[in-house]
Every structure is written in C-alpha cells, then in structure tokens.
C-alpha cells in the first residue's frame, strides 16, 4: 500500500499535538482514508483520551515491539470510524522503552496495513522525539504564535532538518484573532516570516475542543468549531487540495474603530511603518 | 501620510510586533554561536582589511546579524570617509607596448559623494 508516515511534533508541550494527531486523523478517516494514529508520548500516554478510547487499551506500542502481542491484538479500532485505528503507548514505561531501529521496523509493518500512519510525538528534544520522527516521510511541526512555542519550534525545524527529513509544515494553533487585530500576539505572518516554513493550517483558539475532549470526541466532528473547520481544511491539503487558507481577521468592531478614529488604541494593523529601533 | 497614519506611527511597537523582534534575534543567537566579542573580532579584521584601500569611518561602522527565511546573514555597514580613492599596483607585463608602464602606478578615482 502506498502509505505515508506523518509526525507531529512541536518542542514544547502543551501547544495541542495530542489534540492536532486527533483532529487530523479522525478528519482523513472521514474522508474515507484508512488510518492509524499513534501514541508515541511513552509514560504520559493522552492521545486515547481525546479520541474517548482511554478504557479500551489492552496491549500497547511497548508490547508490540517487545514481541508480546501482534500488531493487530494492540490497534484499538474507533467507535464511529471503521477505518480509524490507535496504536496507544505504553503508560508504565519510559521513553528509552524503545530505540530507533524498532520504532522504523513499527511503521514499516503499520505501512502495510494504513494509508496513513499518524505518530504523536512527544515534547522535547530527546528519545522519545528522536524516535517519533525516525520512521517518518513527512513532519508537522505545531507552534502557537508566542515566543518560547515559535523558538522550540525553530531549534525543532533545525533538528528535522540534520535529521535528513524534508522541511516541515507548521500548524498554527490557538490563535486569538482578537488579539491579533489589537496587535497584542504576533500574526500568521509574523511567525512565517521567524520560521520560513510552509504552512499547513491556522487554527484559532476554540473552547469547543476542551468540550470536545471532555466528551472524547475529536472536534472536526462539530460543524459550529471553526477550530474543528481548520483542523478539517488541514486535513484535506494534507490529501492535496488547494483550500484557501482561513481568513480569521473579522473586520474590526465599531468601538475598535471609533478608538482608531480618535487616534487611541492600537496602530491600524497591515501595512506597518516602523519608526521605532530594532 | 495621513493624520491617523502619521499618528500610528509614533506609537511604541504593540506586544505582538515586540515579540517577533525579540524572536529574531533570539533565534539568531540560538542557531548561530555568534557572540558580541566574536562581532567585535569580525569588525576588527574587516576595518583593518578594508582600511588598506578606503578610508573608513570607524564611528559607523555597523556588523550585525539577522534573520531572512530561514537563512542567517551577516551585515556589515562600512560608511567610507574620502572622496578620492587611492591605490597602487605594479601593472602585469604584457608585451612590448606595455613597456611604457612598468613599475609602480599611482591611479587616483574621483568619488562622488553619497547624495544622502
């Protein structure tokens, strides 16, 4: 089967890889495509959690890579989709668990058997990330547009890069475009321009997908999201679509621009003049 | 430049735009080990280098690096000071008709002044 192997990766943690692997697979599964995600955070294992599968787990990666089950025994299937599948990881064990050599010989059996194989890496630079991203055709590198995410994501896009795997593309997540159109967080643009990689997806900061995880349901399936849309639009230029990417300034409130008018409040966003050292 | 344009553009940088300056120079450090003494070293050699053929205005000179996509540039700004430039060789023999030229050559070049 022609399958590729995609890992999504950020440096830091808590910047919504668990929850991007989620949205992204389940979003592919429902455009039909077989796929496989994988929990590769050994020891702080979250990505059955969020698809709602954390109590069906038997065997787990560990297991499969010591020889204890057989692939299929450890691949929990999801509850809507036929052609979704977890490869949970391990919560008892540690990262060092597995090495490079067995991580590769995983995705080359799970290439057998999906489309896509989609591998949830761990935070930070060590193993554990070594290991997620060793077996992989293609990265995805998640930041939220403040400074230490985009840094971690940099020293990540450096190390992808010595690694020999082709350069990442970028999911922004958690953008506030409120925020944004105050001039109070850096824009897609000003993270493009610090990083200089392809973007994949602009996902705004949504509390739908904290309901969506309480529930254990991926938040592409709620049509109102417009995070669950952007994971969604990912999805679909991931299978090669051209889908514009997400226009999420809305036009400035009334009381935004009668502060404009009056000369207080933020300076007008777009074309900047700088005048200040920097 | 409008009114409003014009008073935008006095304001202090917004925290967003701050961050993505404070960034760039963070990045610069963390990729390249790029140091304000090795700067200076870098500086040193340049002026010396170029001093022997231009005379240079050693207050401004300015070395920094920055960021452009994903490559790292050293920039050097290396106002010069005089009009005429100055410089001697001994010009290669090529041949009879360039007998006439041998030894040392004074070539001075008119420079014009930066209109700035």
Known sequence: MDSRVITITSGKGGVGKTTTTANLGTALAMQGKKVVVVDSDIGLRNLDAVLGLENRIVYDLVDVVEGQCRLRQALIKDKRLPELYLLPAAQTRDKNAINSVQMVQLCQQLRQEFEFVLIDSPAGIEQGFRNAIVGADEIIIVTNPEMASVRDADRIIGLVEAAGKPEPRLILNRLRPDMVRRGDMMDVADVLEVLGIDLLGIVPEDELIIVATNKGEPVVYDKRSRAGQAFMNAALRILGEEIPLEELMEAPTLMERLRRLVGFGPAVIGKRTRSWPS | ?116
Not at chain 2, 28 to 55: C, F, G, M, Y
Not at chain 2, 93 to 104: C, F, N, R
């Open chain 2, 1 to 116: 430049m409008s009114m409003l344009d014009f008073m935008a553009s006095r304001k202090r940088p917004r925290p967003g735009e701050l961050a993505k300056e404070r960034l760039k120079v963070v990045l610069v450090q963390d990729r390249v080990k790029v140091n304000p003494e090795l700067l200076e070293q870098i500086k040193a050699d340049l002026l010396r280098v170029i001093s022997e053929r231009l005379e240079v205005d050693e207050q401004h000179v300015e070395i920094t690096m920055t960021r452009e996509d994903r490559w790292d540039k050293l920039q050097a700004a290396v106002p010069i000071k005089r009009q005429k430039i100055t410089f001697e060789w001994d010009p290669p023999y090529y041949g009879p008709s360039a007998e006439g030229l041998q030894g040392p050559l004074q070539v001075e070049v008119e420079r014009e002044e930066p209109s700035s």
